[in-house]
C-alpha cells in the first residue's frame, strides 16, 4: 500500500470519481461506472481499477462489511479544490493570486452574482477576516 496522499491532486479521472461520489454520497462501483459512463464511455474494469487505486491513495474510503463494497470520498470537495488551486497558483502562475483570478475571469464571463461575491470576498480579505468558504 502507498502512502496516504490525500494532499496531492487527484488526476483528472480521479476527480470525475470524487465529483459522483460527492454528489450521491457512499455507493457502489457499478454505480460511479453507470453516471461516468453515461458522460463518456468507458469500461467497468476501468472503474474499479481507478478506484482500488484511489483507496491505496488514501482519497476514497470502502466499506466491505457487505458483499457489494460501497465506497466513499475521503477527501472534502473544499479541500480538494484548495489542494488543486495550490497547486495550480504555484506551477502556472509563479503564486501570483492576481494572475490567477484575471486568466480565470477572462475564460468565461462571470454573471453579476459571481462578481458581487468575489467583491465581497475581497472587501473581507482586506479587513482581516477569514472568508465563508474557510
Not at 454573471?111 to 472587501?123: H, K, N, P, T
Amino acid at each position: 500500500m502507498t502512502p496516504d496522499r490525500k494532499d496531492s491532486v487527484p488526476t483528472d479521472a480521479e476527480i470525475r470519481i470524487l465529483r459522483v461520489l460527492w454528489a450521491k454520497g457512499p455507493t457502489t462501483v457499478r454505480d460511479v461506472h453507470e453516471v461516468l459512463n453515461a458522460e463518456r464511455p468507458t469500461a467497468y474494469t476501468t472503474t474499479l481499477k481507478l478506484m482500488q487505486i484511489m483507496l491505496d491513495k488514501g482519497l476514497v474510503t470502502r466499506d466491505e462489511t457487505e458483499r457489494t463494497h460501497v465506497y466513499s470520498a475521503a477527501v472534502a470537495e473544499k479541500q480538494t479544490q484548495r489542494t488543486a488551486t495550490a497547486d495550480l497558483l504555484g506551477r502556472l502562475f509563479g503564486g501570483s493570486a492576481a494572475a490567477l483570478m484575471q486568466q480565470a475571469l477572462s475564460v468565461k464571463p462571470s454573471s453579476r452574482e459571481e462578481l458581487r461575491q468575489i467583491r465581497e470576498m475581497l472587501d473581507a480579505l482586506e479587513r482581516g477576516e477569514k472568508s465563508n468558504d474557510d
